[in-house]
């Protein structure tokens, strides 16, 4: 699985969009991306993923560069509550590939 | 809701000791993992199950083994806990039923172990 590059900590400002970024350079045509997130003193709960395409929840919404060497992960209206750990994984979908490689992720703090 | 339970919150232990962390998930999900949580080294892999009585090693198994007798049950065993398993356990689960296996993992709340 290819590995994937995040800014250890960023700040935002609460009611504004949080923009994280997740370099992934080497990733093949196979490799989806996903995001998840970890609050703290608790498991790490998933965002979202997506393939080529920007991909859009209730959640949060994730823009793929066209060349899918890397990927941003949108909060549009930050709260408190988004402040938490968020990693971004690369990796094959496939029923023989069930393991998720886990980054640092970048730590979030949501500023009132 | 997907349900992952953990046996317990916090866990106090001795060295030596044999250690059973339990884990149990209600969406009848085929996969389930132990991993591990430390700090400025992220979440590793401990061992998964991808079956009822089906296990492979993962990252960082050294020092630890692992029970699925049943498919909503999968137990993580520390036969002689040391201190350098004080660590935050996460147990996690996912379906590949629908054949993608997209794998979004569902997470149980973690099980803080403190080996004294």
């Known amino acids: 699985d290819a590995k994937t590059t995040q800014p250890p900590s960023m700040d935002c400002a609460e009611g504004r969009a949080a923009n994280l970024p997740c370099n992934h350079s080497?990733?093949?045509?196979?490799?989806?991306v996903y995001w998840y997130r970890q609050i703290h003193s608790q498991g790490p709960q998933y965002i979202i993923h997506?393939?080529?395409?920007?991909e859009t929840n209730e959640m949060a919404s994730l823009i793929i560069t066209e060349d899918r060497k890397s990927s941003t992960l949108i909060l549009p209206h930050a709260t408190l509550r988004d402040t938490a750990v968020y990693y971004c994984?690369?990796?094959?979908?496939?029923?023989?590939?069930?393991?998720?490689?886990w980054g640092l992720g970048t730590s979030l703090a949501v500023n009132p | 809701d997907v349900k992952v339970t953990q046996s317990s919150r916090y866990l106090v232990k001795r060295t030596g000791e044999k250690v059973f962390l339990e884990c149990v998930q209600d969406?009848?999900?085929?996969?389930m993992f132990w991993y591990r949580q430390d700090p400025g080294l992220g979440l590793r892999l401990i061992y998964f199950?991808?079956?009822?009585?089906?296990?492979e090693k993962g990252d960082i198994p050294e020092g630890y083994s692992v029970s699925r007798e049943k498919k909503e049950r999968f137990s993580l065993i520390l036969e002689s806990a040391s201190t350098n398993q004080t660590s935050m356990y996460l147990c996690?689960?996912?379906?590949?039923?629908?054949?993608?296996?997209?794998?979004?993992?569902?997470f149980g709340p973690g099980t803080r172990l403190t080996v004294l």
């Open positions: 996690a689960s996912s379906s590949i039923r629908d054949g993608s296996s997209y794998n979004e993992q569902f």
């Open positions: 969406m009848d999900h085929e996969n």
């Open positions: 199950s991808y079956d009822v009585k089906m296990k």
């Open positions: 080497t990733i093949s045509g196979n490799e989806y």
């Open positions: 997506g393939l080529k395409n920007n």
């Open positions: 994984i690369v990796r094959v979908v496939g029923a023989n590939n069930r393991k998720l490689i």
